[in-house]
């Protein structure tokens, strides 16, 4: 048996998560388009959909992104009239999201979006489930 290369790029987990990341958000494009959604666009609308109104700091800490990275997707969201940006008036520092009508309404067609994915991938909703858990021990692992 033959020693296993370390690097090669076939058995890196970086590689792995790469190419799986890129593939699967290529199947959400075509659902959200009809949306005027991009990806990082609906995971906004996911978590204000979960709650709202939402501080920017609390949105941030949700989706792992930075405050420099999410500041455009909201003003792209705020501009095409999905939420708005209003100082906190519990804070005057803080800035909270909320959803407008728009925004509310648009969750009804996002519900169709979950069952169309796990349609396109052709897995068993319970082989899903295990990665899903699988990746959510990567990342407290890797945090």
Not at 35 to 46: A, E, R, S
Not at 116 to 142: K, N, S, Y
Request: charged residues 20%; hydrophobic residues 45%.
């Amino acid at each position: 048996m033959r020693d296993q290369n370390p690097l090669a790029l076939e058995q890196q987990v970086c590689f792995a998560l790469s190419v799986a990341a890129r593939s699967v958000v290529a199947i959400y494009r075509p659902l959200l388009e009809p949306m005027g959604l991009t990806h990082p666009q609906y995971l906004v609308m996911l978590a204000l959909w979960g709650e709202s109104p939402l501080t920017q700091r609390r949105l941030s800490e949700l989706l792992a992104l930075d405050p420099g990275t999410l500041s455009p997707l909201l003003k792209r969201l705020e501009a095409i009239g999905y939420l708005r940006r209003e100082r906190d008036p519990a804070d005057e520092r803080s800035l909270a999201i909320t959803l407008t009508d728009s925004g509310r309404e648009l969750r009804a067609e996002a519900l169709k979006i979950p069952p169309a994915v796990v349609a396109r991938l052709g897995l068993p909703i319970e082989d899903l489930q295990r990665l899903h858990g699988a990746l959510t021990q990567v990342i407290a692992a890797a945090s």
